[in-house]
Every structure is written in C-alpha cells, then in structure tokens.
C-alpha cells in the first residue's frame, strides 16, 4: 500500500532497537515501575512508537497501581482487541500497524468506565499536545541552539508538537550543563511531530535547512561546538531517502554542505526551561534566520 505521496507505507514505519523490537513485534513486556510513562501526569496524548497513529490522551489516563501505564479510553478505531495466545487475556495492537500495546481487562472497577488498557510504555511515545485521530509523523533535527529551530519550525502549519532535547551521544540521560561541555557526543535538537497530511517531511526537512546554515562546521553563529551540530536523525527508510535528495540539491547549487545524515538513536527531552523559550521570553532567535535555499 503507497500513502499520498506514493511512497510504501511500510518504509516510514519508524526503526525500533532491539527491546521495541522484543515488545511491540515479539509481543514482549517491559517489567512493572520501569517504564518511561508510568507515573506521566502531564497533558498530551499518545501515539504508537512504531507508526504514529494517536492511541490514547492523558484525559484518560488514571493510576491503577499495575505498573503500567493504564488507560480506561482509546482514541476511536485506534485499537483492535486480539484473543491473547494464553487463552485467557485479549491483547491490544495498533490498528495501523499491528504493533503490540500490551491488554486490556475488564470489570475490575478502577474507574466508571470499568476498562483498563494496561500498555507498555516502551511501545507508545508521549506528545504534550491534544491530538485528534490520524497519524502523525516525527522528525528528528538538529541545527544550532535548539530555542532557534523550535521557533521556527514551530511556525509552520502542519506541525503540531516540537520538544528540545538531546541526541546522537553516547550518554544516558544528559543534563543541559552536560551537553554544553562538549563531552556528551549529544547535540542540541527538536523532536518534531507534524501531521502528514498537512505537510510532508520533505517540506519540514526543507524548512529546517533554510532556518539554519547547514554549511558552518560543529558551530552556528557564535555557537561553537559539536553540540550545535547540523545534523538530520532519520527515523526510517522514507525520511533517509528524501534528506540525503535536499542535501545532494544544495549540493549540486554550489552549497558546501556539513550537515550529517545519521540514523536515529534515543532522544531525551531537555529541561523544561528550554521548552518553547522563545515563546515564553518574548525574544527571537539570536543565530537563526531564514534563507531563500530551494
């Protein structure tokens, strides 16, 4: 099946490492009080790890004491519910994609609603905005001070979620002090959620590469660092396929280009002060603009 664009489908269904892979595609469990969004109270919804297809909101969310993340709602014909091979359970898998979610039961009286979706963490991600059904995609960018990109991008129709943060290191969890230091192999990026029927990936990627120099070397404007690297994290086969096309085209224009082209590995949110800065002060990006480049 080829979406809109006429790309295969199953090429923009994100990588996973080898524990997503254990869950989502060998219908594995994370242990109990080990995952990431166990104890989230924050406001958002929740989308499939493997596809993006929106599976539940935080409205629905409720502490049930298992150890997993518990829903008593899904967002509507985002689950199909599969008799489990126990013969005892029923299992719940993205409608989208068949990813494995984890089980829901019935009857047990934590909410009015009496339903618990019991769901891995590891087989969902968090967005901290309210979604509607559909599918969203994601983009992983890093091109200087990560305040300037999000502003930005942040601008552009169709996007609906970015986050500040940290990727492409070699630490686990990395303070903003840290990164800074230069000794983390972290750089500043953004992860982006868009909707692709809105805007596509190449338009975000085309964006991103006209909102910062992608010809400075380990630095943008007076930012100096590999921290403040140009860099693009693909998240699938799809999204490596159109980056390296822009790249090649800013080369073939006479462009000096810098900017890597890297598989993604694990992204790990900044500090809350760092999220919508710009947004929050009231200033403007110090070492972004935009540049007229395709």
């Not at 010809?215 to 590999?226: C, E, F, H, S, V």
């Not at 002060?281 to 110090?286: F, M, Q």
Request: hydrophobic letters at 30%; aromatic letters at 12%.
């Amino acid at each position: 099946m080829r979406d809109k664009y006429g790309n295969n489908e199953k090429s923009r269904h994100n990588f996973l490492s080898q524990f997503e892979e254990f869950v989502i595609e060998g219908k594995g469990t994370e242990g109990p009080w080990t995952g990431e969004y166990n104890e989230n109270k924050k406001d958002g919804a929740y989308i499939c790890k493997k596809c993006g297809q929106a599976l539940f909101r935080s409205d629905d969310k409720f502490d049930s004491q298992c150890g997993w993340p518990s829903f008593d709602n899904e967002i509507s014909g985002a689950i199909k519910r599969l008799p489990d091979v126990d013969g005892v359970r029923t299992e719940i898998v993205c409608s989208n994609c068949d990813a494995h979610l984890g089980h829901v039961f019935r009857g047990e009286g934590y909410t009015k609603k009496d339903t618990r979706h019991c769901v891995n963490s590891v087989s969902v991600d968090f967005i901290p905005e309210k979604l509607e059904s559909g599918i969203y995609e994601k983009a992983l960018l890093a091109g200087g001070c990560f305040w300037g990109v999000e502003y930005y991008l942040k601008k552009l129709e169709g996007v609906v979620s970015i986050t500040s943060g940290y990727t492409g290191g070699h630490v686990k969890n990395p303070s903003y002090r840290e990164v800074c230091k230069g000794i983390t192999g972290h750089a500043e990026a953004v992860k982006v959620v868009y909707d692709p029927l809105k805007i596509s990936y190449e338009q975000v990627v085309k964006n991103f590469l006209e909102i910062h120099d992608p010809t400075q070397l380990n630095r943008q404007g007076p930012d100096t660092g590999k921290q403040y690297r140009s860099e693009i994290f693909y998240l699938n086969d799809y999204q490596k396929e159109i980056a390296e096309k822009l790249l090649n085209i800013l080369r073939e224009k006479g462009y000096d280009v810098v900017t890597k082209l890297t598989k993604a590995s694990e992204f790990y949110q900044a500090e809350d002060y760092h999220q919508d800065y710009y947004f929050k002060n009231g200033a403007t990006p110090y070492c972004h603009s935009y540049t007229k480049r395709f």
